[in-house]
């Protein structure tokens, strides 16, 4: 535990999974400065005032996951100069209404992000990666992960601007092929690489990344076609 000065039981970590019974009232009952972490997934009330909530209550936030369906582009332009020195972790999984506007407000208003999960975010194109891969310098990890409208456009934009990742991941996304990997396989500080159900991956591909010097973690599943 974390403890401060002035108040050594202060909570600084809170979670609330599948609570449907709580208000964005109670949300900002429980909100207090100090919270350094905080998740929300599966609670029906979540939307975009409750972001706006946490942007206008937790100064301090560290990092922030969030799973809500009925969120839009509009809860990300809450983020302001306020959150951008301390948020490094941000984790927006299944948030089907962010497009590539909501990407705009994230790199505008949080340049200093490290991690970075758009995991299920299905309406954010390349566009919306190319945004981050030049406004985002300082991520070490990406999640584009059942993001189904990426393409290989999009992997060349990460190959080139992300010179610091270190963890990529991309399962589910069906339009990469090995042209994409191959930009992929250019990167010297990727060190993780997820490529579960990428169904147009084949041997080609497979045969860049096995050489990376940096990669140690590569995971590869589902339908994929080998010619052996």
Known sequence: MILFPDNKYALYELELTGCNEITEAGLWACLTPRIVS?????????????????????PSLYEFSLQAYHVTDAALGYFSAKQSSALSIL???????LTN??????V?????????????????????VELIAENLPR???LDLSWCSRITDAALEYIACDLNNLEELTLDRCVHITDIGVGYISTMVSLSALFLRWCSQLRDFGLQHLCV???LQVLSVAGKVAYHL
């Open 38 to 58: 905080l998740s929300l997934s599966d609670c029906i009330n979540v939307a975009d005032e409750a972001v706006g909530a946490v942007a206008q209550l937790l």
């Open 91 to 97: 984790k927006l999984q299944s948030c089907w209404e």
């Open 101 to 106: 506007h909501g990407v705009v407000n994230i």
């Open 108 to 128: 505008h208003s949080l340049p200093n992000l490290t991690v970075l999960s758009l995991s299920g975010c299905s309406k954010v194109t390349d566009d919306g």
């Open 139 to 141: 991520l070490r990890s």
């Open 212 to 214: 990376m010097r940096s």
